[in-house]
């Protein structure tokens, strides 16, 4: 990745628009700009996770299709907690090296600490719910298949 030059930018606010809206690619959009072929690819997993969860409401629990669609959007919000949590922990220096190297350099302050612990806490509870859903699935699917072999 080349250093981006264009602006201030915010490791706080970075942080946070990950934490908020990193499913949509939002802090790579913040960071790198419309075109960055990464922040697109957050999108389109996030939106079969999401098309998972509708299903699920429409046809109820036994919808096999929407069990192979809600992980998607559980692993997505996992990945951006975890892309928080390297923004705030970044150190300063290397932050400004690469994103504000002629500009104002960036002082890591309260805001970036509590983004951090937030995406901590919701990260890895999103991951153990996603891991436990699919595992239960999995399951479950198990369970209902006929075992091979003479009967």
Same mark, same amino acid.
């Given at each position: 990745?080349?250093?981006?030059?264009?602006?201030?930018?915010?490791?706080?606010?970075?942080?946070?628009?990950?934490? +908020?809206? =990193?499913?949509? $690619?939002?802090? %790579?959009?913040?960071?790198? !700009?419309?075109? &960055? #072929? @990464?922040? *697109?690819?957050?999108?389109?997993?996030? +939106?079969? =996770?999401?098309? $998972?969860?509708? %299903?699920?409401?429409?046809? !109820?629990?036994? &919808? #096999? @299709?929407? *069990?192979?669609?809600?992980?998607?959007?559980?692993?997505?919000?996992?990945?951006?907690?975890?892309?928080?949590?390297?923004?705030?922990?970044?150190?300063?220096?290397?932050?400004?090296?690469?994103?504000?190297?002629?500009?104002?350099?960036?002082?890591?302050?309260?805001?970036?600490?509590?983004?951090?612990?937030?995406?901590?806490?919701?990260?890895?509870?999103?991951l153990m719910a996603t891991l436990?859903?699919?595992?239960?699935?999995?399951?479950?699917?198990?369970?209902?298949?006929?075992?091979?072999?003479?009967?």
């Amino acid at each position: 990745m080349t250093p981006v030059s264009q602006g201030y930018k915010s490791k706080a606010l970075a942080t946070w628009i990950a934490l +908020l809206g =990193g499913c949509g $690619g939002l802090h %790579r959009f913040y960071l790198y !700009g419309f075109r &960055d #072929r @990464l922040g *697109w690819l957050y999108v389109w997993p996030s +939106l079969v =996770g999401v098309y $998972g969860v509708q %299903r699920m409401r429409q046809f !109820g629990v036994d &919808d #096999r @299709l929407a *069990w192979v669609l809600i992980p998607f959007l559980g692993l997505m919000l996992a990945i951006t907690m975890f892309t928080a949590i390297l923004y705030g922990l970044t150190p300063d220096d290397r932050w400004n090296a690469h994103f504000n190297p002629t500009g104002v350099q960036h002082r890591t302050g309260w805001a970036t600490i509590i983004g951090v612990v937030l995406a901590l806490v919701l990260g890895a509870g999103v991951l153990m719910a996603t891991l436990a859903f699919s595992a239960q699935r999995y399951f479950e699917y198990q369970a209902d298949t006929p075992a091979p072999g003479p009967r």
